[in-house]
């Protein structure tokens, strides 16, 4: 069992700042690969970036160059700073995390981009 909750989110301008955390449960955080995902309204939830246990990255285009996603594995906890943000940024921004054969999500925090 693994619990996830984000923190972070808000309403902010076009161009600012914000830098989401996650924090984590259990023992397993420092070895599995975790994300960042962000569901608009009235849309899917699409992936937003992944980091692995080793430390690599990737990002959708649509973030690449302005977000950057990291952990850190002895506080248990996963951050996603995002800078030039942009009103198609507004979402709700989950973490999550895979522990075959189950996915765990946290509740999300909310991110308002106001134009």
């Known amino acids: 069992q693994v619990l996830l909750v984000e923190s972070g989110g808000g309403l902010v301008q076009a161009g600012g700042s914000l830098r989401l955390s996650c924090a984590a449960s259990?023992?397993?955080?420092?070895?599995?690969?975790v994300d960042w995902y962000r569901q608009p309204p009235g849309k899917q939830r699409d992936l937003v970036a992944t980091?692995?246990?080793?430390?690599?990255?990737m990002y959708a285009d649509s973030v690449k160059g302005r977000f950057s996603i990291s952990r850190d594995n002895a506080k248990n906890t996963l951050y996603l700073q995002m800078n030039s943000l942009k009103p198609e940024d507004t979402a709700v921004y989950y973490c999550?995390?895979?522990?075959?054969?189950?996915?765990?999500w946290g509740q999300g925090t909310q991110v308002t981009v106001s134009s």
């Open positions: 999550h995390i895979r522990v075959y054969p189950t996915d765990y």
């Open positions: 259990g023992s397993t955080f420092r070895d599995k690969t």
């Open positions: 980091i692995t246990s080793g430390g690599s990255t």
